[in-house]
Nanobody, 122 residues
Framework: QVQLVESGGGLVQTGGSLRLSCAAS????????IGWFRQTPGKEREFVAA????????AYGDAVEGRFTISKHNAKNTVHLQMTSLTPEDTAVYYC???????????????WGQGTQVTVSS
């Protein structure tokens, strides 16, 4: 079992930056891949980034490659998503999720946080 709590969302202007955090807890929390996904109304959940349990392997979605950075603080079991050069197209609810093994498909993630809203104004 894994419990996930996101924080750090908010309102930012185009070109600005935000850092999201995902605090993981529970019996299996240190053995899972943590992924970030985002979703806007009427659209399927989109893969943003993922990091494996060691913090040594990362992956990014095409839309955020080069602008977002995922990292892991192993001692605190917390994953951060540093978002830079934000545009209105990045506006969405951002979710962190946990899976056993490296995954990019949201359907393969078993545990989900409640989500945090990111709004980028033009």
């Amino acid at each position: 079992q894994v419990q996930l709590v996101e924080s750090g969302g908010g309102l930012v202007q185009t070109g600005g930056s935000l850092r999201l955090s995902c605090a993981a807890s529970g019996r299996d929390s240190s053995t899972t891949t943590i992924g970030w996904f985002r979703q806007t109304p009427g659209k399927e959940r989109e893969f943003v980034a993922a990091i494996d349990k060691t913090g040594g392997l990362t992956a990014y979605g095409d839309a955020v490659e080069g602008r977002f950075t995922i990292s892991k603080h192993n001692a605190k079991n917390t994953v951060h998503l540093q978002m830079t050069s934000l545009t209105p197209e990045d506006t969405a609810v951002y979710y962190c999720a946990a899976a056993f093994g490296p995954r990019r498909n949201h359907r393969e993630y078993e545990f989900w946080g409640q989500g945090t809203q990111v709004t980028v104004s033009s």
